[in-house]
């Protein structure tokens, strides 16, 4: 295995070795030079009996003539390499990387990122549809991943690989047409013995209970959901402090009317193969209004659409993809029908603030007031000089004191456009993401 991944060429270009190399060669760039290199190595390794792989990386400017590839950023490199006659291995981060978190990252170990469930591994199809029966031949399997900059133990390691494993052993195993996940999670309790007798630490993650609220557009209301991924259970839940649970079975979405901490768990055979997962919905005075949206979320970061943003539910600092709405390049902009006009006391919007992942503050927040959703004019009330940390990089932006009447709200978070300088995506579309806005009564 030769790598071939993350390798910036930067520097080939600068190089003036490098580039007396590509005219010597009749290279046209960096990429070329990249495949001549490659090329080289597999003549070297090919010599003395070895057979190259590389990542997708190695296709750009041309794949060496026997090489394997391995496909992670997605599956077009393995397409691609299919198609050019040469094998792959399937492996995109989605949902072939371990080292992603396995449940929502409020219940989860610290990780790297993104989310690949149990039912999401097994759930994954190596060969792409799009492939002819002559091309699929070339598709060897997939490969689990587990990098471990944020993986301090074996143990851990182990955490991070189990179930996921098994799963991803009988995708790679099976006919397309013999996998059944609902017979799956069935079976998946006969490994656990055999992982207990092993000392294997394997995650209990998979039948945690999400705890998540949507707007029923039948009554209007905004209801608590509890669901989970495991099918044959049933969840029971409660209400009450940590100290006073009483369980109860959940039937059907619920509705409630002041911030509620809400536990809830799995019983599968009359036993709770998981933990308690626990959430705080806030109910605050424009919980369950459906915001108009001014501009346009991106799709690949939407929650649950426009009413994430007064669904009660704040949004984990690293679960980037769910209960966060996102915008990329675009402001934030959108109107809020409080339906009465009543004075205000406070505004508090939430937001994220995370350069690694290309999410900035916004450079200024603008909150207009309306009675008659016609006319706006600027809120007053003290605008913070100090944004609130509430978890480690999420950001909570407050306007206080602002005691006006309105029956509308009108918020506009400017995205600062382009990543800085010095940023490694610097000129790049900047991110701005949102999770709740709330809005406060003065107090009776």
């Known amino acids: 295995?030769?790598?071939?991944?993350?390798?910036?060429?930067?520097?080939?270009?600068?190089?003036?070795?490098?580039?007396?190399?590509m005219n010597n060669e009749g290279l046209k760039d960096a990429h070329e030079l990249q495949s001549y290199f490659i090329t080289r190595i597999e003549k070297f390794l090919n010599a003395h009996g070895r057979q190259?792989?590389?990542?997708?990386?190695?296709?750009?400017?041309?794949?060496?003539?026997?090489?394997?590839?391995?496909?992670?950023?997605?599956?077009?490199?393995?397409?691609?390499?299919?198609?050019?006659?040469?094998d792959v291995i399937m492996t995109p981060g989605k949902p072939c990387y371990f080292d992603h978190y396995q449940s929502q990252a409020a219940n989860e170990p610290l990780a790297i990122g993104g989310l690949n469930t149990l039912r999401d591994v097994y759930l994954y199809e190596p060969v792409p549809e799009v492939l002819s029966k002559e091309e699929a031949a070339y598709i060897l399997g997939s490969q689990g991943n587990v990098w471990t900059?944020?993986?301090?133990?074996?143990?851990?390691?182990?955490?991070?690989?189990?179930?996921r494993a098994i799963a991803l052993a009988e995708v790679n195993w099976s006919a397309k047409k013999n996998r059944n996940w609902e017979d799956f999670a069935a079976r998946l309790a006969t490994h656990k013995?055999?992982?207990?007798?092993?000392?294997?630490?394997?995650?209990?993650?998979?039948?945690?209970?999400?705890?998540?609220?949507?707007?029923?557009?039948?009554t209007g209301l905004t209801k608590v959901k509890l669901s989970s991924e495991m099918p044959?259970?049933?969840?029971?839940?409660?209400?009450?402090?940590?100290?006073?649970?009483?369980?109860?079975?959940?039937?059907?979405?619920?509705?409630?009317?002041?911030?509620?901490?809400?536990?809830?768990?799995?019983?599968?055979?009359k036993e709770f193969p998981g933990d308690t997962t626990s959430r705080t919905i806030?109910?605050?005075?424009?919980?369950?209004?459906?915001?108009?949206?001014?501009?346009?979320?991106?799709?690949?970061?939407?929650?649950?659409?426009?009413?994430?943003?007064?669904?009660?539910?704040?949004?984990?600092?690293?679960?980037?993809?769910?209960?966060?709405?996102?915008?990329?390049?675009?402001n934030a902009e959108f109107t809020l029908d409080l339906k009465e006009v009543r004075e205000i006391s406070n505004v508090n919007i939430g937001f994220l603030h995370n350069p690694a992942n290309w999410i900035f503050l916004p450079t200024a927040v603008e909150i207009e007031l309306s009675v008659d959703g016609i006319s706006y004019l600027p809120a007053g009330g003290m605008r913070p000089d100090l944004l609130t940390v509430r978890e480690p990089v999420a950001i909570?932006?407050?306007?206080?004191?602002?005691?006006?009447?309105?029956?509308?709200?009108?918020?506009?978070?400017?995205?600062?456009?382009?990543?800085?300088?010095?940023?490694?995506?610097?000129?790049?579309?900047?991110?701005?993401?949102?999770?709740?806005?709330m809005v406060n009564y003065p107090l009776d």
């Open 1 to 21: 295995h030769i790598g071939g991944d993350e390798a910036p060429k930067t520097r080939w270009n600068n190089c003036r070795l490098c580039q007396e190399r």
């Open 52 to 86: 190259i792989i590389g990542w997708d990386e190695i296709l750009e400017g041309g794949l060496a003539p026997g090489a394997t590839v391995m496909s992670w950023r997605g599956t077009e490199g393995g397409i691609q390499a299919a198609r050019m006659k040469h």
């Open 149 to 163: 900059e944020y993986i301090p133990s074996a143990s851990h390691v182990e955490y991070m690989v189990f179930p």
């Open 193 to 218: 013995p055999l992982l207990i007798i092993k000392g294997v630490n394997y995650s209990k993650s998979a039948y945690n209970v999400d705890i998540s609220t949507h707007f029923d557009e039948s």
């Open 232 to 269: 044959g259970g049933s969840i029971l839940y409660s209400t009450g402090s940590e100290t006073n649970i009483r369980w109860k079975r959940y039937k059907k979405p619920f509705t409630i009317k002041e911030t509620t901490n809400i536990h809830a768990i799995l019983r599968i055979n």
């Open 282 to 330: 806030i109910v605050h005075d424009a919980f369950g209004l459906m915001p108009e949206q001014m501009t346009k979320y991106s799709e690949s970061y939407a929650a649950n659409g426009p009413g994430s943003l007064t669904d009660g539910c704040r949004a984990h600092a690293l679960s980037l993809g769910k209960d966060w709405l996102g915008f990329s390049g675009t």
């Open 396 to 437: 909570d932006y407050s306007q206080v004191s602002i005691n006006q009447k309105t029956g509308y709200l009108r918020i506009k978070a400017i995205n600062r456009g382009k990543c800085p300088e010095g940023h490694p995506g610097a000129g790049q579309d900047a991110w701005l993401f949102l999770d709740e806005v």
